[in-house]
Nanobody, 121 residues
Framework: HVQLVESGGGSVQAVGSLELSCSYS????????MGWFRQAPGKEREGIAV???????TSSESLEGRFTISRDRAKNVLYLRSDSLKPDDTGMYYC????????????????WGQGTQVTVS
């Protein structure tokens, strides 16, 4: 049974830093392709950064490299970090898993966490 649980959201000031965590389970000994996505009010969910089974990372070019994805394989935890947040980064942040490849497209992912709210002011 796959489970994804995000944590670390909250209120952050602009140009502040953020670290989100996603604990995952149910994949056995495999490290799945995973990603971080977000959805702002009134907008579609968009991909932020993804990581494949050998930890190769891809980030959305539109976010200008402000977000970094990483993974702790021993703990089965996925991270998202940023040190230069903007008010436009406000939204619900989700981790996802189950894609056959490290895609930034939401439709490629089978499993989703419940999300964690990030508010930047």
């Amino acid at each position: 049974h796959v489970q994804l649980v995000e944590s670390g959201g909250g209120s952050v000031q602009a140009v502040g830093s953020l670290e989100l965590s996603c604990s995952y389970s149910g994949f056995g000994s495999n490290q799945p392709c995973m990603g971080w996505f977000r959805q702002a009010p009134g907008k579609e969910r968009e991909g932020i950064a993804v990581i494949d089974s050998i930890d190769k990372r891809t980030s959305s070019e539109s976010l200008e490299g402000r977000f970094t994805i990483s993974r702790d394989r021993a703990k089965n935890v996925l991270y998202l970090r940023s040190d230069s947040l903007k008010p436009d980064d406000t939204g619900m942040y989700y981790c996802a898993a189950g894609s056959d490849w490290a895609s930034l497209a939401t439709t490629e992912y089978e499993h989703w966490g419940q999300g964690t709210q990030v508010t930047v002011s």
